[in-house]
């Protein structure tokens, strides 16, 4: 049998051999691990019952590796052709070794996520481009992340809400114990023979995400849980652990203007941007609407949207489309003109009639096919729309207003093949292990793929778990 | 805006849900859902009853209660479905008996059982009411045969009758063409569905009730009283065969068909109530619709005490407290038949009309 754990429950001390910070899929996969590795565990989830799991909450899909379809991905993804989409989206920016070993890891992924009781459906209505290479977690992420919570609760891993962790005790690159607050409980100070930190990053730290895009940021929404603000990030750099991803770069996406400040979610997301054009608040069209198909361009409206002056723009277009894409939570705003709409959206009528008219006069005829990159295009206009463009002039008249979404960020800390923590020295930490978003930058410098986040958070959170049971044993 | 106010809310929520889908692969209403882009109240109480009530998506979304898009798909929906039995019902005059439905069952099932019972005592000899009696034909010393059947009868066909006239009703407003026909595969799959209670999974793991543990009971318990609801149902059917055709007269020995059906359906219709009783009490509040916890607890009841006076006459059949007990026990079925149009029995009805549906518009969708 397991041991039982040497927590005690008047929270004044206790000892572990694992001690996991964070509680999403990368911390519930490192404390499985570790729980099966036969250590005694703890889990550490900073948010409430119901908000527990970070941004897992929001995911739906995980990028796995297969060398043949299965009864839910419609044709293999070879190990290679995973690495050349990781290359591309990163530019290179990316640890070959270690972003080889998450891909070989990641095969292996689709059947132990199942055996934690994860169950897999077909790609979601409107995701069939995805049908391949992507699994998707029947009921969603937060179903994902139930099924994890009662696999590691049968397995007798404790777990604890609200515990925010204050404090961490690290010695020469070991780490010795975590200073933690819970609202009933009060403060304490846990011990554990080895660290995980799964904490994710600092996406809802509008303080943080200021250092680097100034008072801008005030403006940023923030898609996932407002509980990811870096703290257990800045504890471990600033305690000597060796940082890896620019500092600077986030994931972000346009989402709807109306979505609240944190935890909007999927479906506050746009994707209609091919369809039509996109104005900034000065009515201006500022970037090729149709450059790419989505999702290849999806991720970088929010950085485009990010740029314009008050970090707001508008996706405007036609009765014509309307069916052409998901249906959205916030409705479109319409007017039965063109000016009837600036007026809607605090626009200047005449910039925006002007706009649409140079637009409408440089779009050529061709045959419109959003599958495929059509022959649609503008010319003598600048920026030119150089796919899928058709005139905007089918009363009423609608749009969607826009603002950056913050997915994740990239900053993190270096780890090896083993997930351990690398110091700012190039050693590798005794004890410390780090799996999820807090060490994505390790394979991800920059850009992205749908599921990618999901696949390195179960890869390393699993790789995780199972050394920080290897050395609590040792 | 919609007609009522539960429809307004089950519209926000399926606009949520459909710019979401995470929920597709749980059961049948958010591929149904995703048929549509907009919805009238006919769309909206066609995904109400189509819905199981497995409280899957409630657990599984990330937009629940508390969080502000404060998402309660199966709370709204056992509302709104709640509503649209009333809606629909036959004839319309009658739709307020919805609204009490708990306390309006319990007055018919006593006034019933008191109409029996005083009717036997009124009219039947008393040494003959509390007197033992045996052999074939002992049943109708108390109540001529002819007499039951055609009271029978006539209460079972008014039932029929209001209930094709609200699934009428509903059929068209769930936006199956005017005149429309549900076709035999449809009809085939809906059978399966039901038969099976398929959307009332979870999506594979067991539906939700206390916690959130996922569970099987009330899937069990439900085919616990559903099954043994038909079995006393076929019981009867035989026993009328036998009677009509066949000359045979009750009661009929412990060993014959329409005593082993309606054996096993009556432990069916006692187990099966008391564990979907059971688990109605301990069912969180968050994915309850309290305000009809009268309905279904008044349904629940009937067939209980159909189950357990059906048993008990079996049992005591052959001594003197066959006659009350023939009384009562003819007194909840009776009760049980004229006010199954206007109760918890209607949901049945209803959610096999939309699987109907359902299976319709997956077929018109894959031939598409």
């Known amino acids: ?73 419609t044709g293999p993804y070879t190990e290679d ?150 703290s257990i990030l800045k504890m471990l750099l600033d305690k000597g652990v060796q940082e890896v991803g620019d500092p600077t770069q986030c994931h972000a996406v346009a989402i709807d203007a109306r979505a609240p400040k944190f935890d909007g979610g999927i479906i506050t997301r746009h994707d209609s941007v091919v369809f039509g054009i996109v104005v900034n608040k000065h009515a201006q069209r500022f970037y090729d609407e149709g450059e790419d198909i989505w999702p290849k361009r999806y991720a970088i409206w929010g950085r485009l949207v990010a740029a314009q002056p008050d970090q707001i723009a508008y996706i405007i277009f036609d009765s014509t489309v309307v069916t052409s894409f998901m249906p959205t939570l916030f409705p479109p705003i319409a007017g039965q003109t063109v000016a009837e709409l600036a007026g809607k959206l605090e626009l200047d009528p005449a910039a925006l009639e002007k706009t649409i008219a140079e637009f409408n006069a440089a779009v050529r005829p061709g045959t419109f096919d959003h599958t495929i990159l059509d022959d649609c295009r503008t010319e003598g206009i600048t920026p030119q729309k150089t796919h899928w463009a058709r005139r905007i002039e089918t009363p009423p008249y609608l749009a969607y207003p826009v603002r950056p979404g913050i997915t994740f960020t990239y900053l993190g800390t270096r780890v090896n093949k083993e997930a351990r923590m690398l110091m700012a020295d190039g050693k590798p930490s005794g004890n410390m292990f780090a799996a999820g978003e807090i060490m994505a930058g390790n394979v991800l410098g920059k850009g992205y793929a749908a599921g990618m986040g999901m696949t390195i958070g179960s890869v390393f959170g699993r790789i995780a778990g199972r050394e920080a049971a290897k050395h609590a044993r040792n | ?264 359906g009556g432990i069916g219709l006692i187990v099966g109530p008391i564990g979907l009783f059971v688990a109605k009490s301990r069912r969180a509040p968050e994915l309850l619709d309290e305000q009809r916890y009268g309905m279904d607890v008044g349904f629940i009841a009937m067939l209980f005490l159909t189950g357990l006076t059906g048993m008990l006459l079996l049992l005591l059949r052959e001594t003197a407290a066959m006659g009350p007990l023939l009384a009562l026990h003819l007194g909840v079925v009776f009760a049980l038949f004229i006010t199954m149009p206007y109760g918890k029995f209607v949901h049945g009805i209803y959610r096999f009309t939309a699987l109907v549906r359902y299976a319709q518009e997956r077929r018109s969708e894959a031939g598409s």
């Open chain 1, 81 to 230: 052709e995973f690495w050349e989409d990781l290359l591309r989206v990163t530019g290179g920016q990316t640890d070959e070794m270690l972003a080889r070993h998450m891909i070989r890891e990641s095969k292996d992924i689709l059947n132990w996520i199942v055996e934690q009781g994860v169950r897999w459906q077909p790609s979601l209505g409107g995701t069939l481009s995805l049908g391949r290479t992507n699994s998707f977690f029947l009921g969603g992420g937060r179903a994902m992340l139930n099924a994890l919570y009662l696999t590691a609760e049968r397995l007798g891993v404790d777990v604890e809400y609200d515990a925010e962790v204050t404090d961490l005790v690290i010695e020469d690159g070991m780490f010795l114990a975590a200073r933690v607050k819970r609202p009933i409980k009060g403060e304490a100070e846990i011990s554990a023979t080895s660290l995980v930190a799964a904490a994710g990053g600092f996406e809802a730290n509008i303080e943080w995400l200021k250092q680097y895009w100034g008072e801008a940021a005030d403006n940023f929404l923030i898609r996932g849980t407002p509980y990811n603000r870096g």
């Open chain 2, 1 to 264: 805006m919609h007609g009522t106010s539960i429809l307004d809310e089950a519209d926000r929520l399926m606009t949520v849900c459909n710019s979401c889908r995470y929920c597709e692969g749980l059961c049948a209403v958010f591929p149904a859902m995703e048929m549509r882009r907009a919805f009238s109240d006919g769309d909206l109480n066609y995904l109400a009853n189509l819905c199981h009530s497995c409280g899957a998506c409630y657990v599984d979304c990330q937009f629940s209660p508390p969080h502000e898009f404060n998402v309660n798909v199966p709370k709204t929906l056992a509302v709104a479905r709640a509503e649209s039995y009333a809606a629909y019902a036959w004839p319309q005059a009658l739709s307020g008996t919805f609204a009490r439905n708990g306390l309006v069952i319990s007055i018919i099932a006593a006034l019933s059982m008191a109409a029996f019972i005083f009717g036997f005592a009124a009219l039947v000899d008393h040494s003959v009411l509390f007197g033992a009696h045996t052999g074939p034909g002992a049943f109708y010393k108390l109540m001529p045969h002819n007499a039951m059947a055609a009271l029978f009868s006539a209460a079972f066909l008014y039932a029929i009758l209001a209930l094709v006239m609200s699934v009428r009703a509903f059929w068209r407003d769930i936006g199956a063409p005017i005149g429309g026909r549900a076709d035999g595969g449809s009809i085939l799959q809906a059978i399966r569905d039901a038969g099976e209670l398929r959307y009332l999974h979870g999506g594979g793991v067991g539906c939700y009730n206390e916690d959130d543990k996922p569970t099987d009971r009330r899937k069990l318990f439900h085919h616990l009283t559903f099954y043994g609801f038909l079995l006393c149902f076929a019981a009867t059917s035989v026993a009328t065969l036998y009677h009509y055709p066949g000359g045979r007269e009750a009661p009929y020995p412990w060993w014959d068909l329409p005593v082993v059906l309606g054996t096993l």
């Open chain 1, 1 to 73: 049998m397991f041991p039982t754990s040497s927590y005690r429950a008047d929270g004044m001390s206790s000892k572990y051999d694992v001690l996991v910070i964070g509680g999403g899929n990368a911390a519930l996969c490192a404390a499985i691990s570790a729980r099966r590795g036969g250590a005694s565990v703890l889990v550490l989830e900073g948010a409430p019952k119901f908000y527990r799991g970070g941004n897992t909450r929001h995911t739906r899909n995980m990028r796995c590796a297969h060398d043949a379809a299965t009864e839910i991905l």
